[in-house]
C-alpha cells in the first residue's frame, strides 16, 4: 500500500504571497490532519479533515485554511505569507480519526518565507 | 484547555540502559494513547499506543504503562541503542476527535 504523499516537498516564498500545500492519504483512509512542525517546537496541530468536513481546528490564524476533496486527497492554503511561517508541515491520514487511530505522516513540504 | 505535559525534555543515557519517558495528561475522557518516535530529518511513525481498558503494553524493549487514575502514561525502553536516538511525543485522545501531544523529549543515547 502506498504512504501518505505531500507536494511540493520544497518551497520557498516571499512575504505576501500564498501557497497551496498537497497531501495523499493512504487509500482507504478518511481523516487527514495538518501539522506545523519548526526547531523545538513540536507538533502543532493545524486542522483535521474527514469527510470533506473541518472536524478539529487548532489554534490558529483565519490565514490557514485546508479542504478535503471526495477522494480524500486534501490542500492546506496559506495567505499573506509571513516569515514565521516558514517551517515544515506535516500532514497525516488514518482510517476515521487522529485520536483514536494510528496516524501515519507524510514526508513534509518544507516551506521557507524569505 | 486540555494538555499533556511531557518530561523530561530532554534525556541522554548510556547505551544499554534504560529509558523512561513519561506523560500526564488532563482530559479525564482521554481513552487512546499513542507514542511517534521522529528521528532526526524524518517523518514521526508510531512506535507503540495504549487504551484506557489496558494497563501495560509491551512490544520486544518497548513498553508502556497507563495509570488512569494519576493521569499519567510512560514509556520505557530497554536496552537502548543508537538507532533509539530521537524525539519522541507522546499524545493522548478522546472519542470526541481531540487528540493532544506533548512537547517532545529528545532522547539521545550515549557511546
Known amino acids: 500500500k502506498a504512504g501518505v504523499t505531500q507536494t511540493p516537498r520544497y518551497l520557498i516564498k516571499t512575504r505576501g504571497q500564498q501557497v497551496t500545500l498537497s497531501c495523499s492519504p493512504i487509500?482507504?483512509?478518511?481523516?487527514v490532519s495538518w501539522y506545523q512542525q519548526t526547531p523545538g517546537q513540536g507538533l502543532q496541530f493545524l486542522f483535521e479533515?474527514?469527510?470533506?468536513?473541518?472536524?478539529n481546528k487548532g489554534n490558529f490564524p483565519g490565514r490557514f485554511s485546508g479542504r478535503q476533496f471526495s477522494n480524500s486527497r486534501s490542500e492546506m492554503n496559506v495567505s499573506t505569507l509571513e516569515l514565521g511561517d516558514s517551517a515544515l508541515y506535516l500532514c497525516?491520514?488514518?482510517?476515521?480519526?487522529?485520536?483514536?487511530?494510528?496516524?501515519?505522516f507524510g514526508p513534509g513540504t518544507r516551506l521557507t518565507v524569505l | 484547555g486540555e494538555n499533556v505535559e511531557q518530561h523530561p525534555s530532554t534525556l541522554s543515557v548510556q547505551e544499554g540502559d534504560s529509558a523512561v519517558i513519561k506523560c500526564t495528561y488532563s482530559?479525564?475522557?482521554?481513552?487512546?494513547f499513542p507514542w511517534y518516535k521522529q528521528e532526526l530529518g524524518k517523518r514521526p511513525q508510531l512506535i507503540i499506543d495504549?487504551?484506557?481498558n489496558v494497563g501495560e503494553k509491551k512490544d520486544q524493549r518497548i513498553a508502556v504503562t497507563l495509570n488512569k487514575t494519576a493521569k499519567h502514561f510512560s514509556l520505557h525502553i530497554t536496552e537502548t541503542q543508537p538507532e533509539d536516538s530521537a524525539v519522541y511525543f507522546c499524545?493522548?485522545?478522546?472519542?470526541?476527535?481531540?487528540?493532544?501531544w506533548g512537547a517532545g523529549t529528545k532522547l539521545i543515547i550515549k557511546p
Open positions: 487509500s482507504g483512509h478518511r481523516s
Open positions: 497525516a491520514s488514518s482510517l476515521v480519526s487522529r485520536s483514536t487511530d494510528t496516524q501515519y
Open positions: 499524545a493522548a485522545g478522546d472519542s470526541n476527535y481531540q487528540l493532544i
Open positions: 482530559d479525564s475522557a482521554s481513552n487512546y
Open positions: 479533515y474527514f469527510s470533506e468536513t473541518q472536524r
Open positions: 495504549i487504551r484506557s
